[in-house]
């Protein structure tokens, strides 16, 4: 998952540059903030400090003879998926993913969702900069846990997650995490295509228009990555492993679908709760079975209670893949004039010709 | 007054890609005649730690350009070109005899003197040379 705070700590490299942008910024958010809102920004800022301050050139880090050999590797695949990023996605890192950082945790903040108990329409928070947003993100577990306890005592399901990437949409120089630089080849590769497509476009108040065309980017990226490297076996996994993923979003579509309906229904709240926790049961059965089918690990989907919360979740990242990937096709897969496109439409795209 | 004592330098050559592959450390340092200039490739954990020293003399007539660069929050720059690229075109990052060298914090203070030794050093030269030639005339007349 991914998440767009805003912090206000300037990188050491990008100091003189941003130092005025930043401290308008800063200035914007005093003067807007709540106090409830000051103690958000308070930790966003502390926690993007820790990431700027912790941060070391990738090439410092591979000059350091304490670095593994694992590490090392990682750290080289991800500076050639960089290279490639730029050189034939038309993404640019603008010195983003050249430095690493080891928070020394498992993941880089927690991210909040939530939604009323009989809707499906995401409860959002407003930012200064990147504007509406659908979830709420902390650098400290325990903050987004009281988060989550205020949001179910007023009654709204909620899902809180752990997030182990999150881009800063260009305005810091993001870097690689210990959090996420151990993944397999493929999910480092769609991670890192996925955020600089962030920072190659971004419209505010449209997190799920953002989140499928980063999706889009990252799979045509990771394609081409592989071809690239003329691993067909690889390639053909991670084609069957996006029919799976697939797979399992028609059927979470097909609840949600079901379950829209169900809330639009006059019922007592009663008879709702118990149709629409056999619903999310039903879902539950179905993905469940489709793994067993595979003969596959259930995801972390299902490790999770499934709530209206938790599908609100799915549905920012996935909802308009299919209608941003036939846009892709429609421009023979080329990328610079796919971006040329929705940097001219915006997420108001004209159909498909 | 100029302090024509030997001068050490710390500095640093950053690698053009971001692997750090070709970035050398290296020292220079300021004879009489001449310039020493040491460096060595830092190296990593590809290549198990940093390569051999290597030595290039450099004497000062050599030196055709010299400037400091400093910034704010920046590491200090010393760029010296050189008359005759060939001297230094092994090490890596430095383009027709062009050194941009990242001074590292130690030399700071050093740093300070490098300009005024080498305009002093190479006004000796030319003063040498100058002496030289007028010798030469006497002895022809």
Known sequence: ?353 | MLNTEPLNIHFTIPAKDHLGREEVQGQLRFHAEHIDLHWRMTGNVFTKGPSEMKLVAIPYPAVAEVSLKKRWLRPTELILRLENPELVSEIPGIEVGRMVLIIDAQSKKAIEKVNDLIDFQRSVFLLDETNKRLDAMRAES
């Open chain 1, 1 to 353: 998952m991914k998440l767009y705070p805003l912090s206000f700590l300037p990188s050491k490299d990008f100091l003189e540059k941003r130092l005025a942008r930043l401290l308008l910024a800063a200035c914007m958010t005093s003067a807007l903030a709540s106090c409830q809102a000051l103690s958000f920004y308070t930790q966003a800022i502390r926690g993007q400090a820790e990431i700027t301050f912790t941060k070391v050139p990738v090439f410092k880090v591979l000059q350091s003879p304490a670095t593994t050999p694992e590490l090392a590797a990682k750290l080289q695949l991800a500076q050639e998926l960089v290279d490639f990023a730029e050189s034939e996605l038309a993404l640019e890192a603008s010195g983003s993913y050249r430095h690493y950082a080891d928070l020394q945790r498992d993941h880089v903040t927690y991210i909040v969702y939530a939604a009323p108990e009989f809707s499906l329409e995401p409860k959002t928070w407003w930012y200064p900069i990147v504007g509406e947003q659908d979830y709420r993100g902390y650098f400290q577990k325990e903050d987004a846990k009281d988060l989550v306890a205020q949001l179910e005592e007023e009654g709204f399901d909620t899902y809180l997650g752990g997030v182990s990437a999150y881009s800063t949409l260009g305005f810091f120089n993001d870097p690689l995490l210990n959090t996420f630089i151990e993944y397999p080849e493929v999910d480092l590769a769609e991670l890192i295509f996925h955020e600089l497509t962030h920072q190659r476009y971004f419209e505010k108040k449209e997190t799920s228009f953002n989140e499928a065309l980063a999706e889009v980017v990252a799979r045509e990226g990771t394609r081409r990555w592989l071809r690239k490297k003329g691993d067909r076996q690889a390639l053909a996994t991670y084609e069957l492993r996006l029919k799976r993923r697939s797979a399992i979003r028609s059927e979470i579509e097909s609840s949600i679908a079901r379950l829209k309906k169900l809330y639009a229904t006059p019922l007592p709240a009663e008879e709702m709760r118990r149709r629409k926790t056999a619903e999310l049961q039903s879902l539950h059965d179905e993905v469940k079975k489709l793994y067993a089918g595979w003969q596959q690990k259930p995801s972390h989907f299902l490790s999770t209670p499934l709530n209206n919360a938790r599908l609100v979740s799915f549905t920012t990242y996935e909802a308009l893949v299919p209608e941003l990937q036939q846009r892709l096709e429609s421009h023979d897969r080329d990328l610079e004039a796919f971006f040329q496109d929705i940097e001219k439409n915006g997420s108001l795209l004209p159909p498909s010709p």
